[in-house]
């Protein structure tokens, strides 16, 4: 038996795009939530910066993506995907000063 690591013929990647309205205050929101989580746990490096993890969660989030057709487009792991939407939903969920401008 012979085996092959060429690709069958029209089996190239999929490759799914949607547009998705998001407010730049929202990514920015979620972006800083991350950033602060982050420096709390002392973690050094991403792969990708936080708004790009911002948006990959938003995505898997709203449109139910499949978290290896995100992980696959962005050149992470599935498991990676799941601990970013895991972590941007813990640290939304703790509570913190509100966003927006500070009244003064």
Known sequence: MTNTKELAEDSGPLVYQCRM??????????????RRHLKAVRSRWRILPPGKIAVIVLAVLRHDQRLADMAGGNDVSESTVRRWRD?????????GPAPGPSPE
Not at 23 to 33: E, I, K, Q
Not at 87 to 95: I, M, V
């Open 87 to 95: 972590e941007l939903h813990r640290t939304a969920r703790r509570p």
């Open 21 to 34: 309205p998001l407010s730049t205050r929202t990514v920015n929101h979620l972006a800083d939530l991350l």
